[in-house]
């Protein structure tokens, strides 16, 4: 089963939780830079960017440069999805034209747990 956190955001910005944040960040970027090949946000809520803000001067420019963050605009983010990505294999609810049951594709392949090869599903990523 997995387990979901939630935090208030008092609880996210209080100093404890800030340095646990940053030591975090500094592990990572020093024992895994490549573990990140790319990042696409969408819908993310106005929270998030209060979040991030708190975090981005803690994470490298490198991996900054992997990240594409987008708010509710829906025409925004399907352009870069489709940048990104062949749309044979996105579902229609994110501009793509793979068939499933609905327009999330549930039960298909796609949503399989555990690692994946991914050099057939990106397009255009170095390191990949």
């Not at 997995?2 to 910005?13: L, P």
């Not at 708190?54 to 940048?83: H, Q, V």
């Amino acid at each position: 089963m997995d387990t979901i956190f939630r935090y208030a955001y008092r609880q996210m910005s209080s100093k404890i939780s800030r340095e646990f944040m940053i030591e975090t960040q500094k592990m990572l970027d020093s024992n895994y830079p490549e573990l990140l090949k790319y990042a696409i946000i969408i819908n993310a809520p106005k929270i998030f960017a209060v979040l991030f803000a708190m975090m981005k001067p803690f994470i490298s420019k490198y991996t900054l440069e992997k990240l594409d963050i987008y708010g509710p605009n829906r025409a925004k983010w399907r352009k870069a999805i489709a940048e990104k990505f062949p749309l044979e294999q996105i579902p229609p609810y994110w501009g793509g034209t793979l068939e499933g049951k609905d327009e999330y594709c549930s039960g298909s392949e796609i949503w399989t747990q555990g690692p994946n090869d991914l050099h057939s599903f990106m397009k255009g990523l170095t390191g990949f």
